[in-house]
């Protein structure tokens, strides 16, 4: 038994994180089609959390910058074919549930931006103001030393990590049928 609950929430969630992850490993941000749709399932995802980060988050103004930054990307784009699915939850997630999605989603776009950089896309360059927000490791610090100080094998730990697996799903209910519209008219994108 992992007796810091930090990294027992993460072996808890890695087989839906590792959807997500191969989510997003499927677009290229070569093609404004696929960092549009990127960014639209953030939108979709991130604006549920919206809804539920509140005062006990810490990272309820973070989510906040997000979520204003998904939007003023996203304008610099015409109108999609791609619709997101509609995300959404069956309750309101544990604070800490969101604090460390919210956060890990930061380090995992400092990777994301590497890739974002070696597009030559003028609009696809031009909407890279949610990915280059910036990390802030102190606030990673305190989301980390909050769930290593929860018993791992208590109610709150348990409903945290019940609670990460469903915020992952609101990312792959979001990136529903992302490849839909290649397969369907047989083209690679």
Not at 29 to 44: G, K, S
Not at 103 to 117: A, K
Request: proline share 5%; hydrophobic share 45%.
């Amino acid at each position: 038994m992992c007796h810091d609950f930090r990294f027992a929430l993460r072996d808890g969630a890695r087989e839906a994180h590792d959807c997500v992850d191969a989510l997003f490993s499927q677009l290229d941000f070569q093609h404004r089609q696929d960092y549009q749709r990127f960014l639209l399932i953030h939108a979709a995802s991130f604006g549920v959390l919206g809804h539920y980060a509140d005062r006990h988050c810490l990272t309820q103004d973070l989510l906040a910058r997000m979520n204003a930054q998904l939007k003023a990307d996203l304008a610099g784009f015409p109108a999609s074919a791609f619709t997101p699915g509609a995300p959404v939850l069956a309750r309101a997630p544990d604070p800490l549930a969101i604090d460390y999605v919210v956060c890990g989603s930061r380090l995992g776009s400092q990777l994301l931006s590497r890739r974002w950089l070696q597009s030559r896309d003028a609009v696809v360059r031009a909407a890279g103001g949610y990915l280059n927000l910036p990390h802030n490791p102190e606030l990673w610090r305190t989301v980390c030393a909050a769930l290593s100080a929860l018993a791992p094998d208590g109610r709150r730990a348990a409903r945290i990590v019940r609670d990460v697996r469903a915020v992952f799903g609101l990312f792959i209910e979001s990136g529903r049928g992302v490849q839909a519209p290649a397969m369907a008219e047989g083209q690679v994108q």
